[in-house]
């Protein structure tokens, strides 16, 4: 029985690998499973090589994983191409299309797997439906056979699909998945590769991803203007917004660039709106300046960053955790905006809701940094709870306060109640210039200092959010790890497993990267002597972020890898036993 | 008419409205441009125009770049916003997506708009919001003391050239007409019946209305450009017969810039297309329902 | 005998004041002093408040300085508008105009100043020159009878000075002059204010400023490419250049907008020009992504950034240092790019040939980040002695190198030689999107951690190079001072001054902020047990920067103010007395 | 004719040039965009001008932006430059301005050039370097996978406009005869030669010269916008008897842009004005020798 299986696929754009991927992630949601499914395509835009890996397991699926439990190879070299995203080791069974003309013995890979099978898919196509295009259901054929997966929800599944297309097609397509599974009924594998049924009497749940989950949590949380520009891997939050927006009274600009975009937004946030943009990288950058503005202007706006492969144009279509640095330090001057980030696709929700209610709060720019993962990968997730959040409205000037109106009041808690236009009494001149409090330009070297002082220190209460921190593991332990973004769940899974094995370790994962919360460093780093940063970065970003703003343990040390570098569980696991056992000898 | 409905809540200005007077629209803060500045004029121009428009200031926002001419939203009593360099009309186009029932008004200088914010004006233009775009072209960087601006004749001497400009300089009321703009119209501070009738005009027009003052620069401009002289090199397109719904010969007249100063409306669509304000509001109400029926 | 003199100035417009630091600096160098100038204005263009600060000395100024020996106060509304920049200390001698009819003993200053005198300034003017003009002319005479500065140079400059105006005006400002000179010898002032004499033999000094200095330099390190937009307080390198570039071959580009300006000089470095750009803060936010594009293409640049209040819009006039952690993260992803930061007006000239050399020689951009009161105050200073400055030119790939040129070969220095268009053989495609070593566009996490590794790793050589610090002082000192920028002049002094006192106390002065040299600040620690960090910003940047990557000493703190308020050589002082004492009771 | 003289120490390409083929300008990158992409036209047509013209590949420089179309400069020999998206345009400039000897070709799609790229057209048409600028118009977002272009119709529903684009598209053709280009021309793939001779022709103009092509995008553009539809709506403005020469002529076919399929040459200033490479050069000359005499 199998608890926790990975299947990777690789074929050239006309396979279908990927619509089998889809296809079988919308089973195993029908059959109550949770799962990941993560695509990664060549550089073409339509053709070229394809891929997908899906996890799958019964209880939450914490990430993509690692070491493939079954690689699905429709051709070597489209397969080959993915390198170490599709990582075939010593016990994966390794199915391929026969037609390939490569010996079992004779496999491309530079490990022996645990089972290698030729399978004639494109010959069971072509007999089955007679065409072709049938062999990626063919291919769920198989999978549904040899590990007894989602084998009538699969059916249903291409029912539906091909329901449209008339019924030869669908009864090709049908008999294509059916000769799969017959094929693999009648060559089983040796072993027991039957997967654990699902658990019982869940409810129902979706399919999505971090950028679905943004749009709808931007709408519960009252954003009412979104002003952007596309860019992979967050277009899609555009997309999505611009259908839903304007059923909740908002509207949307697709501005003619970056900076325009979010120049919008600072206007539609001036006008008393909730609003947002959405961007990657090379968007990020352009938005400095802007940024910097809202920062100044204190108005309030959400700017969510989808991070992918930099720097520059980079590897747009690869997942990488670089930005950080970026995010809290790209404008001039002295400035401090939140950066929060997503640690899953479902997490995608609450950080963004989050993200509105800082922001308003604050009023002060906030960056959500998600990755290409969380944001494009498909998560079968529960449902969100949405009775969990309280949304939060900016502080708005009394009556009292609107005569002689003090935009920026030097107040204890640095936040001065915001008027906007259309109320009366409440006019005031907003700036990028330096003002005294009641918005006037002012070059005074006190006044910039208080002014400063305000912006700044306003922001210190949210280093006291604990909730925006996971803890987990031995309280005591002295060996800790940390980790952000969608590599946290790693993380998460490596110190389990760490756990399970009996080392004493714990774990910090930040959903707020800034500012840092000293005091929740402090009292992480207070048992330890050794610990880890993991993320997916060249510099290691966050572990350098830390060290400017908190003491850290003697050795406090860095797993980070470039972009479209996968780093798994046991990378970071043989990293916490290699500290466990300094410790233990020290 | 224009409508003072507003959705913030806050007293409505329906009732009663006491006839406003430029002193409700002039703030305290004192201008610091130069003594003489072309500025001076058409904020005086700007208070009249509003008063004939008879909108409370609080339901106007009015958004600037940076620049000497930028400084402009601090002098009244809108709700200012004096952004960064370039990118007043993006910021204006949120507020007014953000909130269309608000009156935007939105102005800077010659560098602003068509030099770092140029390529900001096609899109506002054939978007279509219910915007005023007042340029105040003094034809140099005033704020930076006296550097080339877009709108520099060809070889002339600045702290930026001193050999003489090399490039042909952009022609705002051309670009604006090619762009498809509803309302264009050219002012002086010179005339200033004539430019707080033009800024009326342009903010009454439904869609995006641009206004190009020759406003300038005592301090940097050139000493052949200044109010004085104004005064004798204007030529009133009204008075020349020109009318204002021929876009072709408005194009043509356009090209004249930096040769001829003609002051007036250039350009008048008679039929102003559907702005993208309303649109936004169609397409909230048609979809809203939808949402609710849904449960 | 006075050997240091500090004279601030206010008045408004048209009083002149400016005009006569001018002539008196002019004068000044002429007669072999040192000294430095500095003016603040007001937010008017034309008209408003000015004001000026002369320092001069008969050895290298080091800094502005604090407290005023000599404030001269044509009106005191607009002296009292710039506020901490003209400090007045119980040893300041206050000369102001009668006709503000204020009574000396209920002057609106908070301290009692040494002497106060009451000079009818107006009236001597109109007396002498017929006119109000002359004010400032009067007060030069009173400055050069009271404190023995160059009373004959002083005429001579203002002959030359009004040589174009006509006899009468000439004469009329000569007898302002001599009014003045005459009013302090009739009215001497109680004890011996009378200056230093010059040192004796003393060659042809130049008064220039750091912008100015910046743009010789440019030329002199062969740069043939500026593009760029106005924008305060860089301006001027701008306008220097336009002047110039052209006779050296070059040519200029005042460009549309900063992103613009960026891009055409990475456009002329691709075509195999050294070349450069120059802003302030809002520019340097707006570069970003380009920036980052010159990183990855490995394009050699220099990026001048002037400090000036930030954020946003924030103080325009006046100096900072806040731009640093802009400098050094202002672009997604993975890049480092070095910054150097020139420490006086002098220094402009070789930091700048400096960043030419290593921008050309590890195909990197390189900021150099000035400051307003470096770009823009006036120094006396000796000439430049080039001949001291080797220069670097671009590795270019040799004849062999060019059959099947690999533009990013995976070199042991990081370092792969560099064609351009027009060198046959030599083609290749520069791009943003990540590459293999020929420049082909490549998606792998292989090869995207080779090549971050390549365009990190080149610049650790910079991190040996000791030349670009300044260490001063005790070398086994417990107690450390760190400064950069135009206030590592303040920090110098106020060392110098400690140990003058017998204080046990050195300094690090880092000119190469980024990457950080780890190695460089170690050997600095390794004595210390209390360190602090001088700088203009409000987050203290360097403090923060330098603990991102060096282990510190315990005690590792900050001095740091917002620009506009000065930070004097007093200020340092103390910090460095109460860390001497706290040591010792330790 | 086009010098071949480089400042760069090279051996001479003067010295008996072997006749160039289209081989000789093809690199060995295979191109990535999707069948049946139009682009694969325009890198063909390009080839073919660049036979025509006889510039060896390593005196060109070829830039671009980020998009599709702006992976052409992958596809030649010359020496490319794939910056980043938008910025192609100054990016050539200085590349020009740096080293005026070379032959400097831009390219990109409808997005880049006018979209984020738009405010830097006018600029780089008014200063007139001597640079070729041809446009891959698809009328859409291809890279990004289908949003609204600049010049997607208006109500055209694409992945970023489900109920249907609310605005006005930018006419490129226009904007650049408004901005004063010297050279405006149009193209279509379906029709290669009138392509290849078009770029050729642009190429030799001196002065800024500039190429919209209709180039579909397979996958995401308009079926109705497509290669073989080109074939039957295009109108060559040879054959349609229009005078070059005639701007104002010019101006009125651009505007049915969007409506009529016109391709060949709308404009060709009859009379080159100087170029800024040439007074650049000029510029230097003047004032070299004034600093020899200097000492
Ligand atoms: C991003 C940025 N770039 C440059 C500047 C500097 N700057 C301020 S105003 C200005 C130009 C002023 O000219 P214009 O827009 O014509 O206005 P004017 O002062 O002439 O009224 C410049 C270059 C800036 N503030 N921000
Ligand atoms: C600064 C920045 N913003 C956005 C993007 C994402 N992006 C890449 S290409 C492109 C537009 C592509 O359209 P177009 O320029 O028309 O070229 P096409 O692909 O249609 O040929 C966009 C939005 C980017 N790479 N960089
Ligand atoms: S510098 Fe010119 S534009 Fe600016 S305030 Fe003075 S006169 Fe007006
Ligand atoms: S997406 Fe469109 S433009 Fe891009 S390669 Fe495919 S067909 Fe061409
Ligand atoms: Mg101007
Ligand atoms: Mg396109």
């Known amino acids: 029985m199998l608890n926790d299986l990975i299947i990777g696929m690789a074929g050239s754009g006309g396979d279908g690998i990927v619509s089998a991927g889809e296809s079988l992630i919308s089973a195993l949601a029908q059959d109550g499973y949770y799962a990941i499914l993560t695509k990664s395509f060549g550089s073409q835009i339509r053709g070229g090589e394809s891929s997908c890996r899906l996890r799958v397991a019964s209880t939450p699926v914490l990430n993509p994983g690692g070491t493939l439990t079954v690689a699905v190879v429709l051709n070597w070299e489209d397969f080959l191409r993915f390198g170490g995203e599709l990582p075939v080791g010593p016990g994966t069974v390794v199915i391929y299309e026969q037609k390939t003309k490569v010996a079992p013995d004779a496999i491309p890979l530079a490990v022996k797997p645990a089972i290698v099978r030729a399978v004639p898919m494109a010959e069971l196509a072509m007999k089955s439906a007679g065409t072709l295009q049938a062999k990626n259901n063919v291919v769920l054929g198989l999978l549904a056979g040899w590990f007894g997966l989602a084998r009538q929800s699969i059916l249903e599944g291409l029912r539906k699909k091909f329901a449209k297309k008339g019924a030869e097609i669908l009864q090709g397509n049908e008999r294509a998945y059916a000769a799969g599974l017959d094929y693999a009924d009648k060559n089983p594998l040796e072993g027991d590769w039957h997967f654990n049924p699902p658990q019982a009497g869940v409810g129902k749940r979706l399919i999505t991803d971090g950028n679905e989950l943004c749009a709808s949590a931007a709408l519960f949380a009252g954003c009412k203007f979104f002003g952007g520009y596309p860019i992979t891997p967050a277009t899609e939050i555009m997309q999505h917004l611009q259908r839903d927006i304007w059923k909740h009274g908002g509207s949307l600009l697709q501005a003619e660039d970056e900076i325009a975009g979010i120049a919008a937004v600072v206007g539609a946030s001036f006008a008393g709106r909730k609003a947002m943009t959405a961007t990657s990288g090379p968007g990020l950058s352009l938005k400095s300046e802007v940024m910097g503005l809202a920062s100044l202007a204190e108005l309030p706006l959400v700017c969510v960053n989808v991070q992918r492969g930099g720097p520059s144009t980079g590897l747009p279509t690869k997942s990488e955790q670089a930005d950080l640095f970026a995010a809290a330090f790209s404008a001039h001057g002295d400035t401090v905006r939140p950066i929060l980030a997503p640690i899953s696709v479902e997490d995608m929700f609450g950080i963004t809701v989050e993200a509105f209610n800082i922001a308003e709060q604050y009023q002060t720019p906030v960056i959500v940094l998600s990755d290409q993962e969380i944001a494009q990968r498909k998560d079968i997730v529960d449902p969100v709870d949405r009775s969990r959040f309280k949304l939060v409205e900016r502080l708005e000037p009394t009556a009292a306060e609107m005569v002689d109106y003090t935009r920026f009041r030097l107040t204890e808690s640095g936040i001065s109640p915001l008027s906007h236009p259309g109320m009366k009494g409440g006019s005031y001149l907003a700036a990028g210039i330096e003002h005294n409090e009641h918005g006037d330009p002012c070059s005074s070297g006190e006044m910039h200092e208080q002014m400063n002082n305000k912006r700044l220190n306003k922001l210190n209460p949210l280093k006291q959010r604990r909730d925006l921190f996971l803890l987990e593991g031995d309280p005591t332990a002295e060996v800790g790890v940390i980790s952000w973004g969608s590599i946290a769940g790693v993380a998460l899974e490596a110190v389990r497993t760490a756990r399970a094995q009996g080392l004493s370790v714990k774990l910090l994962i930040p959903k707020l990267l800034y500012p840092v919360a000293e005091e929740v460093y402090q009292d992480f780093f207070k048992s330890l002597r050794r610990c880890l940063v993991v993320e997916q970065s060249h510099q290691g970003q966050l572990h350098r972020i830390i060290r400017m703003w908190v003491n850290t343990p003697a050795e406090f040390t860095s797993l980070a890898k470039s972009g479209a570098n996968p780093i798994t569980p046991d990378d970071v696991l043989r990293r916490i036993s290699a500290m466990t056992r300094a410790t233990a000898s020290a | ?295």
């Open chain 2, 1 to 295: 008419m224009i409508t003072s409905t507003t959705d913030c809540g806050c007293e409505s200005t329906l009732v009663a409205p006491a006839p406003l007077t430029t002193k409700d629209f002039r703030s305290d803060l004192k201008p610091i441009w130069c003594p003489g500045c072309g500025d001076y004029g058409v904020v005086t121009a700007l208070y009249r125009a509003l008063v004939a428009i008879g909108r409370p200031s609080h339901e106007i926002a009015f958004i600037s770049g940076i620049g000497c001419s930028s400084r402009i939203p601090g002098y009244t009593t809108a709700y200012g916003f004096n952004t960064v360099h370039g990118r007043a009309l993006p910021v204006a186009q949120g507020i007014k997506m953000a909130n269309p029932d608000l009156l935007v008004l939105v102005a800077g200088g010659d560098g602003d708009g068509f030099s770092i914010g140029g390529g900001h004006v096609p899109h506002a233009i054939r978007r279509n919001l219910d915007l005023t775009y007042i340029v105040m072209d003094n034809h140099i960087y005033g704020l930076t003391k006296g550097q080339l601006s877009p709108t520099t004749p060809r070889g002339a001497k600045t702290s930026s050239s001193t050999y003489g400009s090399m490039e042909d300089p952009v022609n705002p009321l051309l670009y604006v007409l090619s762009y498809g703009a509803g309302f264009v119209a050219q002012g002086v501070p010179a005339d200033m019946d004539g430019l707080a009738k033009m800024i009326e005009e342009a903010i009454r027009y439904p869609g995006f209305a641009f206004v190009n003052v020759q406003s300038p620069c005592i301090t940097f401009g050139d000493p052949d450009d200044q109010l004085k002289i104004q005064k004798t090199k204007m030529r009133k397109l009204a008075a020349e017969g020109h009318d204002p719904s021929n876009w072709l010969r408005a194009m043509e007249l356009a090209q004249d810039y930096g040769k001829e100063l003609y002051t007036g409306v250039f350009y008048r669509n008679p039929n102003p297309p559907p702005t993208y304000d309303s649109q936004i509001r169609e397409r909230q109400a048609t979809l809203r329902p939808k949402v609710a029926a849904a449960g």
